[in-house]
T-cell receptor
């Protein structure tokens, strides 16, 4: 079983839709949580960190549920430019980041 | 400010050949990392370095060696390439704070025939 699990998708949604991704992790001692975005054949880039209290950045909202060991990402009012693969990343320590395989999102006109 | 750069961008090797991948960062970051990314799998940590002259093994270190002689450079070596090492290799760097984000280079696509 993978330490960080994500639904690979693809999620195909129309512009303006709201879409949500979930990610589960198995190591209860995990300390830090992130969502990264990766465009096709490009490097991953940080989208947002995820805090226990939940956090929002514009159209993006991230939630962490430590008790159930899952992380979510909500994207509101989807844009064509949101099309990418979204990687869930869980930190076991300062240098030990575990990456999910990613969820692919395609936003269509 | 170039960020994190990787050389080369693409490479094709024959089984048994050796090569070195170069990662350079101009952000004065202490920590540097080498990952590999394979289809259907998340990025996996190969080796990392917490400072000049120090390296440590990650999740999948076998078949690779690394060196960090200068703070800004982190080299990944394959002594005898195998087809199982066909992958996309990403380098990343990070500042000292544990919660800081990692900044990734553009990747090196390596094919071993």
């Amino acid at each position: 079983r993978k330490e960080v699990e994500q639904d690979p998708g693809p999620f195909n949604v129309p512009e303006g839709a709201t879409v949500a991704f979930n990610c589960t992790y198995s190591n209860s001692a995990s300390q830090s949580f992130f969502w990264y975005r990766q465009d096709c054949r490009k490097e991953p880039k940080l989208l947002m960190s995820v805090y226990s209290s939940g956090n929002e950045d514009g159209r993006f909202t991230a939630q962490l549920n430590r008790a159930s060991q899952y992380i979510s990402l909500l994207i509101r009012d989807s844009k064509l430019s949101d099309s990418a693969t979204y990687l869930c990343v869980v930190g076991r320590g300062a240098h030990d980041m575990r990456f999910g395989a990613g969820t692919r999102l395609t936003v269509k006109p | 400010n170039a960020g994190v750069t990787q050389t080369p961008k693409f490479r094709v090797l024959k089984t048994g050949q050796s090569m070195t991948l170069l990662c350079a960062q101009d952000m004065n970051h202490e920590y540097m990392y080498w990952y590999r990314q394979d289809p259907g799998m998340g990025l996996r940590l190969i080796h990392y370095s917490v400072g000049e002259g120090t390296t440590a093994k990650g999740e999948v270190p076998d078949g690779y060696n690394v060196s960090r002689l200068k703070k800004q450079n982190f080299l990944l070596g394959l002594e005898s390439a195998a087809p199982s090492q066909t992958s996309v290799y990403f380098c990343a760097s990070k500042r000292l704070a544990e919660t800081d984000t990692q900044y990734f280079g553009p990747g090196t696509r390596l094919t071993v025939l």
